[in-house]
């Protein structure tokens, strides 16, 4: 149990095009959808976190209106990277988990995306 | 924000031996969750153990266990029997309800 999905598994686009990429929990419901960004070798940064049905909190230097999140249902949340740039290729991970109260607190990773902006 | 600390950028560890990952946090919150995750080259992030801050015992899962000491804030791993699959990326992670912080990541090796 405890699945995640993200589709696509990678993406190449052009530059000042805008890149969907989705983050499903398929085998339970999660409030609360993280994501983040990875460079090679380097650790995951946490770009944002979402809840169902309420506007993301973004961490600090994300810019919010670049990195567009949606989680409209407790089984999917998307983040869209508008007008992307090279400098936005990156390894984007996503978790979801279930509420924050008490010992059933875990994030579930999906694969991740691999984003190429050329 | 949290800070999480892993000092070791490397190690290496021969089949069958046991090592230990050192992981620090700073925290001036009192209910929190700790988490190692392991990362293959496959990129995926796999859960390997979790501790709940209000436990005073130390999680253990088969071959994994961890030393927690809370008021030193530290949070080590100790692979036991280590076998080739274990050779990954391994974060040290922090979660409370508002913040989740990763650790920079230690590299294992494991030799046969």
């Known amino acids: 149990g405890a699945v995640v999905s993200q589709h696509p598994s990678r993406v190449i686009c052009k530059s000042g095009t805008s890149v969907k990429i989705e983050c499903r929990s398929l085998?339970?419901?999660?409030?609360?959808m993280f994501w983040y960004r990875q460079f090679p070798k380097k650790s995951l940064m946490l770009m944002a976190t979402s809840n169902e049905g309420s506007k993301a909190t973004y961490e600090q230097g994300v810019e919010k209106d670049k990195f567009l999140i949606n989680h409209a249902s407790l089984t999917l949340s998307t983040l869209t990277v508008t007008s992307a740039h090279p400098e936005d290729s990156s390894f984007y991970i996503c978790?979801?988990?279930?509420?924050?109260?008490?010992?059933?607190?875990?994030?579930?990773f999906g694969p991740g995306t691999r984003l190429t902006v050329l | 924000a949290q800070t999480v600390t892993q000092s070791q950028p490397e190690m290496s560890v021969q089949e069958a031996e046991t090592v230990t990952l050192s992981c620090t946090y700073d925290?001036?919150?009192?209910?929190?969750?700790l988490f190692w995750y392991k990362q293959p080259p496959s990129r995926q992030m796999i859960l390997v153990i979790r501790q709940e801050a209000y436990k005073q015992q130390n999680a253990t899962e088969n071959r994994f266990s961890v030393n927690f000491q809370k008021a030193a804030k530290s949070f080590s791993l100790k692979i036991s029997d280590s076998q080739l699959g274990d050779a990954a990326m391994y974060f040290c992670?922090?979660?409370?309800?508002?913040?989740?912080?990763f650790g920079a990541g230690t590299r294992l090796t494991v030799k046969p």
């Open positions: 085998d339970f419901q999660a409030t609360t």
């Open positions: 992670a922090y979660r409370s309800s508002n913040d989740m912080r």
């Open positions: 978790s979801a988990s279930t509420p924050w109260a008490g010992s059933t607190d875990t994030q579930y």
């Open positions: 925290t001036s919150e009192s209910d929190y969750y």
